[in-house]
């Protein structure tokens, strides 16, 4: 591909959602990043997620549904809900609020930029790669770049005692506004609920 066409490939993969980038690197301490980088470098399981049977099929049916029209394909689409589902459950996160976030960080885009730089699914910046991982960690990487966002995440609730809203202000570096929250709040509610009508109508089709 000539250089101009690549070029206009990366200007156009440069993410406008992509609020993470306005994060400010931070000074950790020494117990804090041990943990964090235990955290994500702990190996994932050897498939995507090991989703349990039943509710988990449910839940994945459901959300392949919501998700098809962002990404169409079949098996990338299984790929990621799985990875989203084993890595938010992992960091004690609810899978669905993941799936919001990550709508308005990058809408599913898994080489999406930030001008600042942040990079994939979750928009996480690159100095956290230095701060608590491994200069071989690839943020494009669908499940590195999960593992990262979600310990981060979490870290933030944590920190913040638990208040999602303040941690989702954190997570975007923008402590005290209301934007960024309501949005992922918003994203989550109307696009990513798990009502329990939805999950009775698809454990009926299943058993069919």
């Given at each position: 591909?000539?250089?101009?066409?690549l070029?206009?490939?990366?200007?156009?993969?440069?993410?406008?959602?992509?609020?993470?980038?306005?994060?400010?690197?931070?000074?950790?301490?020494?117990?804090?990043?041990?943990?964090?980088?235990?955290?994500?470098?702990?190996?994932?399981?050897?498939?995507?997620?090991?989703?349990?049977?039943?509710?988990?099929?449910?839940?994945?049916?459901?959300?392949?549904?919501?998700?098809?029209?962002r990404v169409p394909d079949?098996?990338v689409?299984?790929?990621?809900?799985?990875?989203?589902?084993?890595?938010?459950?992992?960091?004690?996160?609810?899978?669905?609020?993941?799936?919001?976030?990550?709508?308005?960080?990058?809408?599913?885009?898994?080489?999406?930029?930030?001008?600042?730089?942040?990079?994939?699914?979750?928009?996480?910046?690159?100095?956290?790669?230095?701060?608590?991982?491994?200069r071989?960690?690839?943020?494009?990487?669908?499940?590195?770049?999960?593992?990262?966002?979600?310990?981060?995440?979490?870290?933030?609730?944590?920190?913040e005692?638990?208040?999602?809203?303040?941690?989702?202000?954190?997570?975007?570096?923008?402590?005290?506004?209301?934007?960024?929250?309501?949005?992922?709040?918003?994203?989550?509610?109307?696009?990513?609920?798990?009502?329990?009508?939805?999950?009775?109508?698809?454990a009926?089709?299943?058993?069919?």
């Open positions: 591909m000539p250089r101009r066409a070029f206009a490939l990366f200007l156009a993969l440069l993410s406008p959602l992509g609020w993470a980038g306005a994060q400010h690197e931070e000074q950790l301490a020494a117990s804090v990043q041990a943990a964090l980088s235990k955290a994500v470098s702990d190996h994932a399981a050897t498939r995507p997620a090991a989703v349990h049977e039943g509710e988990s099929r449910v839940w994945l049916a459901i959300m392949s549904s919501r998700l098809a029209s079949a098996k689409r299984l790929d990621l809900l799985q990875s989203v589902y084993y890595e938010a459950s992992r960091a004690g996160l609810d899978p669905q609020l993941v799936l919001g976030l990550i709508q308005v960080e990058s809408n599913f885009r898994k080489y999406a930029v930030s001008l600042a730089g942040a990079r994939g699914f979750m928009q996480v910046m690159p100095f956290w790669v230095k701060a608590i991982g491994d071989e960690h690839n943020l494009f990487h669908l499940r590195t770049n999960l593992r990262y966002g979600c310990t981060i995440l979490r870290h933030y609730l944590d920190v005692k638990g208040d999602l809203f303040r941690a989702l202000g954190r997570y975007n570096g923008s402590l005290g506004r209301a934007e960024y929250p309501n949005a992922v709040l918003a994203a989550w509610k109307k696009n990513w609920a798990y009502p329990a009508e939805d999950s009775v109508k698809v009926n089709v299943l058993a069919h």
